[in-house]
């Protein structure tokens, strides 16, 4: 449960940064494409997670055993 809430709340955060990044880029002049391209570089924001980064379920799995 912790965990879950703990990927969830991380997830938000980031969401909201990349989102405000994006608006003023956006502001600035960039397209809405652009925009979010950049902002994910800047903030390192991957498009998609690295399939081998562990998660929260995976460090659970490990300690279960």
């Not at 969830?8 to 909201?16: I, K, P, Q, S, T």
């Not at 003023?24 to 690295?50: H, K, Y």
């Amino acid at each position: 449960f912790l965990c879950s809430r703990m990927e969830r709340d991380v997830d938000e955060e980031l969401r909201f940064h990349l989102e405000a990044r994006r608006d003023d880029l956006i502001a600035a002049g960039l397209n809405p494409d652009a925009a979010t391209r950049r902002a994910r570089e800047e903030l390192r924001i991957p498009e998609a997670p690295a399939p081998t980064l562990p998660t929260c379920s995976d460090t659970r799995d490990v300690w279960a055993r």
